[in-house]
């Protein structure tokens, strides 16, 4: 199974920037469906947003406006541009694959989506 590494966790003030970055093992990997979760302490894990091949995205609610998801198809990578942070932001960030999820109405529900990584922490402070 293709490994998922992802990077560019951290601390941050509200009101700050973090760009996760997220990279296959195979370069040649070509997923339908790319995306981002989080989870809190305590909570179930959420979707954050998601891609599909041809740069369809599905944003929650709770990040539109401040978050950007992109993919480089040539480079097997994943991206989270995320400003104006907020504390309720802090959570573990993991990227995650599919073939099929990212089009659905049921896209954020994690236990959808195959494959995963093992996540970046980020922390937002006030």
Request: charged share 20%; net charge positive; hydrophobic share 30%.
């Amino acid at each position: 199974q293709v490994q998922l590494v992802e990077s560019g966790g951290g601390s941050v003030k509200s009101g700050g920037s973090l760009r996760l970055s997220c990279v296959a093992s195979m370069y040649t990997y070509r997923p339908y469906c790319m995306g981002w979760f989080r989870q809190a302490p305590g909570k179930e894990r959420e979707g954050v947003a998601t891609i599909d091949s041809v740069g369809r995205t599905k944003y929650v609610d709770s990040v539109k406006g401040r978050f950007t998801i992109s993919r480089d198809n040539t480079k097997a990578t994943l991206s989270l541009q995320m400003d104006s942070l907020k504390p309720e932001d802090t959570a573990m960030h993991y990227c995650a694959t599919d073939n099929y999820w990212c089009n659905s109405v049921s896209w954020s529900t994690s236990r959808n989506w195959g494959n995963w990584g093992q996540g970046t922490q980020v922390t937002v402070s006030t």
